[in-house]
């Protein structure tokens, strides 16, 4: 399985953006990148996904670099309420299942 | 619209006893999930279930099991809890699988293990 890489934690000034880096370097062709955060001990929040195009919703932008590689998550004007932890994962499609990592827990103060 | 619902959301167990969390979803998914959660870490994928009628293993499947009781609900057993298996457990749905389904999670179920 197609395994991911992040920092374990970042801040961020509430208002500003929020960019959050996510390495996959052994992605197949056809596996998508997901995005989903977990607030407190609540079930994860799915956020954005994509394959290879940038991917932009009301949550949040998705940059995935040309050779998808790597990936990174912007929340464009982070509030306190986006203090959580993100995680960056590789859905595996055949059999279907999203492994998760570890995350990045991102603390937005302000 | 409910979506995920879990049962029990707290449960303590005395070593060596069984018992079993449930969890249905109204959504009409085909896949079903099962993760374990232990403080300070990321979910681990237990069990699945792609269809009704198939159930596969995930990362840490050793000591549960699993039942596809229709399309709406998926259980996950533990016969003899150990104090290993203390933990939150999150149930999750999605779409068809092999697509881009987005998976909906349960609010969770926090399992002690004495």
């Known amino acids: 399985d197609a395994k991911t890489t992040q920092p374990p934690s970042m801040d961020c000034a509430e208002g500003r953006a929020a960019n959050l880096p996510c390495n996959h370097s052994t992605i197949s062709g056809n596996e998508y990148v997901y995005w989903y955060r977990q607030i407190h001990s609540q079930g994860p929040q799915y956020i954005i996904h994509?394959?290879?195009n940038n991917e932009t919703n009301e949550m949040a932008s998705l940059i995935i670099t040309e050779d998808r590689k790597s990936s990174t998550l912007i929340l464009p004007h982070a509030t306190l309420r986006d203090t959580a932890v993100y995680y960056c994962?590789?859905?595996?499609?055949?059999?279907?299942?999203?492994?998760f990592g570890t995350g990045t827990r991102l603390q937005v103060f302000p | 619209n409910a979506g995920v619902t879990q049962t029990p959301k707290f449960q303590v167990l005395k070593t060596g006893q069984s018992m079993t969390l449930q969890c249905a979803q109204d959504?009409?998914?085909?896949?079903m999930y099962w993760y374990r959660q232990d403080p300070g870490m990321g979910l681990r994928l237990i069990y699945y279930s792609a269809s009704e009628g198939t159930t596969d293993k995930g990362e840490v499947p050793n000591g549960y099991n699993v039942s596809r009781l229709n399309k709406r609900e998926f259980s996950l057993r533990l016969e003899s809890a150990a104090p290993s298996q203390t933990s939150v457990y999150f149930c999750?749905?999605?779409?068809?699988?092999?697509?881009?389904?987005?998976?909906?999670f349960g609010e969770g179920s926090r399992l002690t293990v004495l």
């Open positions: 994962i590789v859905r595996v499609a055949r059999p279907d299942k999203l492994i």
């Open positions: 959504m009409n998914h085909n896949s």
């Open positions: 994509g394959l290879k």
């Open positions: 999750a749905s999605s779409t068809t699988s092999g697509d881009t389904g987005e998976l909906f």
